[in-house]
T-cell receptor, first 118, second 112 residues
């Protein structure tokens, strides 16, 4: 069983809607990630939060807005999305020792939120 | 730029037919190589981490090995429940934020 919990599991939204994806972990991990995965493709990194601060933004369009309210929670706010944004959105956190170069260790993924934009 | 290539893209096996999946990588300094299993519509499930050439790890019917240029995931006497996509990913020492560079995956189908 994964210890990274994502909600909702499925989301259907129109291009004018505003919605949010949520992620929660209680393993004490200090780095959390958002990935996007299209069918039959590997996950693509979107954002990295380290100690609740945004450390990496992989040139993601502003219609995706991440938020890290505390060390256990990670949100992804969605607004004015396009149909091509339909994908599986994965949250992950990293176990391991935090050092100058970031944490070393395994990334643990949630089950994902399947987003469909109509 | 990091490169991770997995082969084959798809593999069909009969139950009990052992085989290997390959992950070739090009990085300036390997921090870790990770294997994940992913079922359709689910998040990747962590399997193994390998840190240095010569290292091997086993879990049930799976065994992962690492050389300086590639990693193999050996599947011994697979069962239908081993059917999934297997992803490998590498982490580089110069990599801020611990980004993983994923390979394209191998879709494994094991028929009874």
């Amino acid at each position: 069983d994964t210890e990274v919990t994502q909600t909702p599991k499925h989301l259907v939204m129109g291009m004018t809607n505003k919605k949010s994806l949520k992620c929660e972990q209680h393993m004490g991990h200090r780095a959390m990630y958002w990935y996007k995965q299209k069918a039959k493709k590997p996950p693509e990194l979107m954002f990295v939060y380290s100690y609740e601060k945004l450390s990496i933004n992989e040139s993601v369009p502003s219609r995706f807005s991440p938020e890290c309210p505390n060390s256990s929670l990670l949100n992804l706010h969605l607004h004015a999305l396009q149909p091509e944004d339909s994908a599986l959105y994965l949250c992950a956190s990293i176990q391991g020792e935090m050092g100058a170069g970031g944490a070393t260790g395994e990334l643990f993924f949630g089950e994902g939120s399947r987003l469909t934009v109509l | 730029e990091d490169q991770v290539t997995q082969s084959p893209e798809a593999l069909r096996l009969q139950e009990g037919e052992s085989s290997s999946l390959n992950c070739s990588y090009t990085v300036s300094g390997l921090r870790g190589l990770f294997w994940y299993r992913q079922d359709p519509g689910k998040g990747p499930e962590f399997l193994f981490t390998l840190y240095s050439a010569g290292e091997e790890k086993e879990k049930e019917r799976l065994k992962a090995t690492l050389t300086k240029k590639e990693s193999f995931l050996h599947i011994t006497a697979p069962k239908p429940e081993d059917s999934a996509t297997y992803l490998c990913a590498v982490q580089e020492w110069d990599n801020a934020g611990n980004m993983l560079t994923f390979g394209g995956g191998t879709r494994l189908m094991v028929k009874p």
